[in-house]
């Protein structure tokens, strides 16, 4: 659920960011259709949490080891592209 609501905000940013490219997939009812739906998802991300806190607790955990992998991987990356 925590990923499904990203992604619907990631496309509200993007359109922000950048709202003059080609939209080959429309997004209906913009932008009160995917505002509903991130109130939506958070509301049964914050139920699930509620309500089976050690399930979801785990789950969190194992999405947040993602984190820092990601930042080292970037900094990799970018120790990689930029000449020393």
């Known amino acids: 659920m925590v990923f499904y609501l990203l992604m ?8 922000r960011k950048r709202p003059n ?3 080959p997939c429309r997004t209906w009812g913009y932008p009160i259709v995917p505002i509903i739906s991130i109130v939506l998802s958070a509301l049964l991300t914050f139920d699930l949490a509620w309500l089976a ?3 979801s607790g785990t789950g969190i955990l194992i999405v947040l080891t993602g984190v820092p992998a990601y930042f080292l991987w970037r900094l990799r990356a970018a120790r990689h592209a930029s000449p020393v």
């Open 21 to 23: 490219p080609e939209r």
């Open 53 to 55: 806190p050690a399930t």
């Open 8 to 15: 619907v905000v990631a496309v509200i940013l993007l359109r």
